[in-house]
């Protein structure tokens, strides 16, 4: 199987990261929905404990910095970058494609 036209960058898991640069979880969507997959502790990508829609406080393991998930902000960021990305790169055709 290989990805047909509509298939956009968006389904590549996005980092996601407490307010000092400790890798809290990433983002990844299945459908239109976004969710948040949650590791039980900073850094450890291997250890997902939960997978997250909506809106949640997460406490940083190792700085105890929160930050706030919220889909609907995450999901007007997401565009905003991407929308910068093209920008940078006019031949990510990906990219592109989520504008339109
Ligand atoms: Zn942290």
Redesign the pocket.
Known sequence: MTGRAGHTVSDTPQPW??????R?GHVARAGRIRRLFLYRQ?DEPRDVIAALTGNARIV??????EREWDVAAEALQELLERRQNSFLDPLDSDAASVIA
């Open positions: 990261n407490c307010p000092t640069g400790h809290l900073a940083c393991s190792v700085c105890r910095q």
